[in-house]
């Protein structure tokens, strides 16, 4: 709470939307994002992914990409939503990445009624 409670500060919102925002994804019904993992023929791993999901635009100008530094040292990066808590995919080059998705049967529910109208 004290990550949402300051994000709502510096973005002089309430800190129940930023709240709101944070449980979106796992509250939705309507299908988010797709990743892909592969190998190639060289034995390289690639993962990629998409942010193809139907209120894109409501946060197309969030989407932020966030690298991690221990000193001056990279450590990893991530993608996530300008405003929330979590990381919606990230890498720590020649270590690991990881995304997350969901697929639900796409159907129009209370929250998301009440997601459009906020936004």
């Known amino acids: 709470m004290e990550e949402v409670k300051g994000i709502a500060e510096v973005a002089e919102v309430d800190w129940r939307a930023v709240l709101l925002a944070n449980f979106a994804y796992e509250m939705s019904t309507v299908p988010m994002c797709t990743s892909i993992v592969a190998r190639n ?8 992914r998409n ?3 139907p209120f894109w635009g409501y946060f ?21 939503m300008a405003g929330s808590v979590f990381a919606v995919t990230g890498i720590k080059p020649g270590v690991l990445s990881a995304s997350i998705d969901t697929r639900h049967e796409a159907t129009m529910t209370q929250f998301d009624q009440v997601w459009e109208n906020l936004f």
Request: aromatic residues 16%; neutral net charge; contains cysteine.
């Open 51 to 53: 942010l193809d999901f």
């Open 41 to 48: 023929k060289d034995n390289y791993i690639i993962h990629g």
């Open 60 to 80: 197309s100008k969030l989407s932020c990409k966030v690298d991690f530094y221990e000193g001056n040292k990279y450590i990893a990066t991530i993608n996530a």
